[in-house]
Nanobody
Framework: QVQLVESGGGLVQAGGSLRLSCAAS????????MGWFSQPPGKEREFVAA????????SYADSVKGRFTISRDNAKNTAYLQMTSLKPDDTAVYYC????????????????WGQGTQVTVSS
């Protein structure tokens, strides 16, 4: 079992930045693909970004390319999502996820999920 805990969410003005963190604990001797998903109010959960086990490969949703950066520090068992140029449409609960397969955009690839952290972007 792996436990994931997100932090770093909050209220920010449009154009601002936030950095989300996802700390993993438990069976962290195995390395996992890490992903970030968002769920805007009243909408389905959607893919934001993912990073491979080594950190050498990343994938982003078109809506965040050039604005968000996913990274990881395997020594600290932590993944990050640096969010810049935030827009009101980025308002959502952001979830961290971990998976044992390949890097991908489908939520079904990720077996472990955090509880989510709220990001609110005001106009």
């Amino acid at each position: 079992q792996v436990q994931l805990v997100e932090s770093g969410g909050g209220l920010v003005q449009a154009g601002g930045s936030l950095r989300l963190s996802c700390a993993a604990s438990g069976r962290t001797r195995s390395t996992y693909v890490m992903g970030w998903f968002s769920q805007p109010p009243g909408k389905e959960r959607e893919f934001v970004a993912a990073i491979s086990k080594s950190g050498g490969t990343t994938s982003y949703a078109d809506s965040v390319k050039g604005r968000f950066t996913i990274s990881r520090d395997n020594a600290k068992n932590t993944a990050y999502l640096q969010m810049t140029s935030l827009k009101p449409d980025d308002t959502a609960v952001y979830y961290c996820a971990a998976g044992t397969g390949g890097i991908g955009r489908s939520s079904s690839l990720y077996g472990y999920w955090g509880q989510g952290t709220q990001v609110t972007v005001s106009s």
